[in-house]
């Protein structure tokens, strides 16, 4: 990535875990098997008694372009938020057109003409993943949101996962009020 690109609102390649599930495959060492735990719980009451909180777990994953919807803190961590992709192929025609037409509040279809992806794609609203800046390709952007795009996405996400942004809308509401008011004064 060059200096002074931004990852918000691109798509780019990267590697990307799937959510770990059970059973989890403990990473035991060089030269061993992995150990395999069959449910969450085991893993949660070795923990609970004071085992290592962090393991090494072999997941599945693989390289794919995602959307990127954030920036890295850099502060504390170098993560950005993203969303999987779905191939429309995958989906049946109807469904597909319905996708196209922006009627499916969890598929967002992204503009074959303006990102280069290997075929028409959708972004999950309801995918959110983690990852770090590092399992994201050095290559170029395959093409990036507009302004109008990313607020549609991020109110996807919102509406979805049920964020209150009723505190956040108040206090723009009363900074932009005070804005307004300082404004008339100095007329």
Same mark, same amino acid.
């Given at each position: ?13 990267a590697?990307?875990? *799937?959510a ?6 403990? *990473? ?28 090494? *777990? ?5 390289a ?13 961590? @170098? ?9 429309? @192929?995958?989906?049946?025609?109807d ?30 609203? @309801? ?12 290559g ?20 979805? *996962? ?7 809308v ?18």
């Amino acid at each position: 990535m060059s200096e002074g690109e931004q990852f918000a609102g691109s798509v780019r390649w990267a590697v990307v875990p *799937y959510a770990p599930k059970p059973p989890f495959r403990l *990473y035991a060492g060089p030269g061993s098997d992995p150990i395999v735990v069959p449910e969450v719980d085991t893993v949660i009451a070795a923990a609970r008694r004071g085992g290592d909180a962090e393991l090494s *777990y072999i997941v599945s994953g693989k390289a794919r372009p995602v959307l990127i919807l954030s920036e890295p803190d850099r502060r504390h961590h @170098s993560e950005v938020t993203a969303l999987r992709l779905l191939r429309l @192929s995958r989906l049946e025609p109807d469904e597909r057109a319905r996708v196209l037409a922006g009627a499916d509040d969890l598929l967002f279809p992204l503009d074959p003409a303006r990102f280069h992806l290997p075929e028409a794609c959708a972004a999950i609203i @309801s995918a959110l993943v983690r990852l770090d800046i590092a399992a994201i390709g050095s290559g170029a952007s395959l093409g990036r949101l507009d302004g109008n795009e990313s607020r549609a996405i991020g109110e996807g996400v919102i509406r979805h *996962y049920g964020f209150d942004t009723r505190g956040l809308v108040e206090r723009h509401i009363t900074e932009l009020v005070a804005r307004h008011k300082a404004r008339s004064s100095d007329l």
